[in-house]
């Protein structure tokens, strides 16, 4: 299936939408969503090997992999992936004691935290991570009587570092012209596991608020403030029933909650607040860059953050499957194939319309070699 060049990578459906599968034993090529929506047709995939693969980690991809699951199993009806929404902290965890046959991670395996070497005696080979979904990460709020919010990076950071503490302070009112808003406490909900969210969400802190972060970036929250929820899961929940509060969520999460998303201001945009839009996305992750070697596609992501298209929206992550370069056993490199490579052809059908971005032709090649180099 082709993409056009200038999509970003791998969209999904919303986190309330439970796809239905196809009988086993049906002659239809075809899945559909729970909504009625059309969902994947079948595509030749090699089918072999390990029946049951298991996979943990990030829950920033956990609707896309159920996207992928459903596609998987259109192709291959025998086989089966249980994927566990931990966060990537606990999925990388997982995937270093043998667990789980890979690991879904938002940030890629670090040098300096001695995960490659972690990986490598794991699998007794290098490890990779493939990127194979890409999402946008939305600052949503809940404050009374306040539907639109405009925030540039000093004063997101400010807010998520605890140096602004109302929401009707000065800075959040010089970039909200003719809003209401309340004088009321601001409560920062933050993500209480280790996760690829909250690393790429300080990054972007890091990156984009001149200096008014300070706290660095990293899988744990180090803004010192607030309180903690689990999962992306538990972020938007919290918000939903919490006036007064905000946080980072993945963007199928906060459309699944109805969550308000807070434009992004850059100065790219001239100080014109960017919404979060999937054509705001695309712009962020068209010019992306692999920095990694040979089949490990670790991208150089800060591009993002201080982006030079006035109209690309600068919170996105990239969210990786750490998988083995070779595996212990023939049967399991096969069925991570095989599952790899439904996710990228069938998988990517319709996923752009709650929250991720396809693949474009020009990446998806590059991750097709890689899928194939598994061994």
Request: proline content about 5%; aromatic content about 8%; hydrophobic content about 35%.
């Amino acid at each position: 299936m082709n993409f056009k060049k200038g999509s970003a990578i791998i969209g999904v459906l919303a986190a309330a939408s439970v796809l239905t599968l196809s009988a086993c034993g049906s002659d239809d090529n075809t899945t559909t969503t729970a909504d009625g929506g059309a969902a994947a047709a079948k595509v030749n995939v090699d089918c072999g090997g390990k029946k049951a693969l298991k996979a943990s980690g990030s829950s920033a991809q956990k609707n896309a992999m159920d996207r992928f699951v459903t596609a998987y199993q259109t192709n291959c009806p025998d086989n089966n992936l249980d994927y566990t929404s931990s966060g990537s902290g606990a999925g990388l965890n997982d995937f270093f004691g043998s667990q789980t046959d890979f690991g879904g991670s938002d940030s890629p395996l670090s040098k300096d935290k001695g995960e490659y070497d972690k990986a490598q005696a794991r699998c007794g080979a290098p490890a990779w991570n493939l990127p194979t979904v890409y999402g946008p990460i939305a600052i949503t709020f809940n404050v009374p009587g306040v539907d639109k919010l405009a925030l540039d990076g000093p004063t997101a950071a400010k807010i998520f570092n605890g140096k602004i503490t109302k929401w009707n302070d000065p800075a959040i009112a010089a970039e909200n012209a003719g809003v209401t808003l309340p004088d009321l406490p601001i409560n920062v909900v933050f993500r209480s596991d280790e996760s690829g969210t909250s690393d790429n969400f300080q990054h972007y802190l890091d990156a984009a608020s001149k200096g008014e972060w300070g706290k660095g970036a990293g899988k744990a929250f180090a803004g010192g403030v607030g309180e903690g929820a689990k999962g992306n899961e538990g972020t938007s929940a919290a918000i939903a029933r919490t006036p007064g509060s905000v946080t980072y969520n993945e963007w199928s999460f906060a459309k699944a909650q109805n969550l308000h998303i807070a434009s992004i201001i850059t100065d790219a945009a001239g100080g014109k607040p960017v919404d979060l839009s999937v054509d705001s996305a695309q712009k962020a992750v068209a010019g992306v860059k692999v920095k990694g070697e040979g089949n490990d596609l670790v991208l150089d992501t800060s591009s993002f953050y201080n982006p030079t298209d006035p109209g690309a929206y600068p919170i996105m992550l990239a969210t990786y499957e750490v998988v083995c370069s070779k595996y212990s056993d023939a049967a399991t490199a096969t069925s991570v194939k095989a599952f790899l490579t439904s996710a990228t052809e069938n998988g990517q059908t319709g996923l752009d319309t709650a929250g991720y971005i396809p693949i474009p032709d020009s990446f998806k090649t590059k991750l097709t070699t890689a899928i194939n180099a598994i061994s």
